[in-house]
């Protein structure tokens, strides 16, 4: 059976700061795509970035960064310099069909 | 069209009535997927097709649920016989192909009274 963990619930910081949320995908696959999600509060999901199992490689985009770790089946998610307008629920997904439970980021001014 | 389409973008039904979903994919997006997202919840997986057939439809809950893309493209969510807890927000999402990233609709929220 395949799992997403998200073990942060909420999480709140300050405008400016760094914030990295977790997720873990567990899969007996040996190739899959493991992908985060956006949710703000108008409720549509934005599509923000897209890892597959055989590439390791630590990526940045702007302010996006991601970690993915085959060994421990994670894949973080880090928003360098938070701003206020990326406060909404974010969603690891993986394997396509799975969505863990979502991290609330709140970002205060 | 530029995006998923939903409709209706709200639904209100009487226990025990049927309704229908209706889901407008992105052009030339061969999969598409149906999910369901309660209240503080992740989405939920339904189905899942590749062109007009469901190539996973694990996540149905029962046999009240049933969806149809007869010509690869609109699919239609059914859920008959609803009931309360049937009430959630139904999102649709398409992709060019399984590997890549799906876009969503806006969904429709369900509540049934």
């Known amino acids: 059976a395949q799992k997403v963990t998200q073990a942060q619930t909420e999480i709140s910081v300050v405008e400016k700061e760094d914030v990295t949320l977790d997720c873990v995908y567990e899969?007996?696959?040996?190739?899959?795509?493991l992908f985060w999600y956006k949710q703000p509060p108008s409720g549509e999901l934005v599509f923000l970035i897209r890892?597959?199992?055989?590439?390791?490689q630590n990526e940045i985009s702007g302010r996006y960064s991601w970690n993915f770790q085959k060994s421990t089946s994670s894949f973080n998610f880090t928003i360098t310099a938070s701003q206020v307008v990326d406060s909404a629920v974010y969603f690891c997904?993986?394997?396509?069909?799975?969505f863990g439970q979502g991290t609330e980021l709140s970002v205060k001014p | 069209g530029a995006g998923v389409s939903q409709t209706p973008s709200n639904k209100v039904t009487e226990k025990g009535k049927y309704v229908e979903l209706r889901c407008d994919p992105i052009?030339?997006?061969?999969?598409l997927y149906w999910y369901r997202q309660s209240l503080g919840q992740g989405p939920e997986f339904l189905i899942y097709?590749?062109?007009?057939?469901?190539?996973?439809d694990s996540g149905l809950p029962n046999d009240r649920f049933f969806a149809v893309r007869p010509e690869g493209s609109v699919s239609t969510l059914k859920i008959q016989r609803t009931e309360r807890g049937d009430s959630a927000v139904y999102l649709c999402?398409?992709?060019?192909?399984?590997?890549?990233?799906?876009?969503f609709g806006q969904g429709t929220r369900l509540t049934v009274v």
């Open positions: 899969t007996r696959d040996t190739t899959y795509y």
């Open positions: 890892r597959n199992s055989f590439d390791e």
């Open positions: 097709f590749q062109g007009t057939g469901a190539a996973d």
């Open positions: 997904l993986g394997g396509k069909l799975i």
């Open positions: 999402a398409s992709s060019s192909r399984w590997d890549t990233e799906a876009f």
């Open positions: 052009s030339g997006h061969t999969a």
